[in-house]
């Protein structure tokens, strides 16, 4: 697909945004700072995007469509619910892994002001309830999970998702990136346990 101009402009001025941000952080990063990175006038910052607040969430929620997508392609290659849990997880922690230094970053702008990107949070978190619903369901629906997970759909995919959110927390936080993928499967198959057998499903 060939990019406009405009559409050129705006990916040199994300991705020059991305490095400053991950190098300096959103606090000491300057629009001067990104004009000068691309080799251009301030002027045509603005003539794009208001603010650097303005840039910065739109790095994000690139950055956003990146992971979701990777996820999104790893699960609709996985053949069954399990494995499609497992592709979930995996794909997403080697993702957010890649970008580790933006994910703590963005971790703490929305921590020290939340109402500015409360947005993007709810809106990352209803596509992934959305991708896990869609997991829990293809699992129901093949006799893979048993049938009364269909009565917690309202909550069980918020559920798993706060459980992976925790280690995710832990794990860019602490830096503790060695066997990761083992033990992301390995919180995964507890999680499996309890769909398949419903010892995690209330009565």
Do not use: W
Not at 9 to 15: A, M, R, S, V
Not at 74 to 100: F, H, P
Not at 195 to 201: A, E, G, P, S
């Amino acid at each position: 697909m060939v990019l406009t101009r405009d559409e050129v402009i705006k990916e040199e001025i994300l991705t020059a945004a991305q490095k400053l941000f991950q190098q300096f952080g959103i606090r000491k990063t300057t629009m001067e700072d990104i004009a000068k990175n691309i080799c251009k006038g301030k002027s045509t910052l603005y003539y794009y995007y208001c603010s650097k607040e303005e840039i910065f969430d739109a790095v994000v929620h690139k950055e956003m469509e990146e992971v979701l997508g990777k996820t999104r392609q790893a699960v609709d290659n996985a053949a069954s619910a399990e494995e499609k849990l497992k592709a979930y997880s995996v794909t997403k922690i080697q993702t957010l892994r890649r970008m580790s230094n933006l994910y703590e970053m963005v971790r703490l702008e929305m921590l020290e002001n939340p109402p500015c990107h409360h947005y993007l949070h709810n809106e990352y978190e209803e596509r992934e309830i959305n991708l896990i619903t869609q997991i829990l369901q293809f699992g129901i629906d093949s006799g893979q999970f048993h049938e009364r997970l269909f009565q917690q759909m309202d909550i069980m995919p918020f559920i798993i998702i706060s459980s992976l959110k925790g280690f995710e927390f832990n794990l860019f936080s602490k830096k503790r990136f060695s066997g990761v993928e083992n033990r992301i499967e390995a919180i995964v198959d507890l999680l499996l346990k309890g769909l398949k057998n419903n010892t995690c499903i209330p009565a």
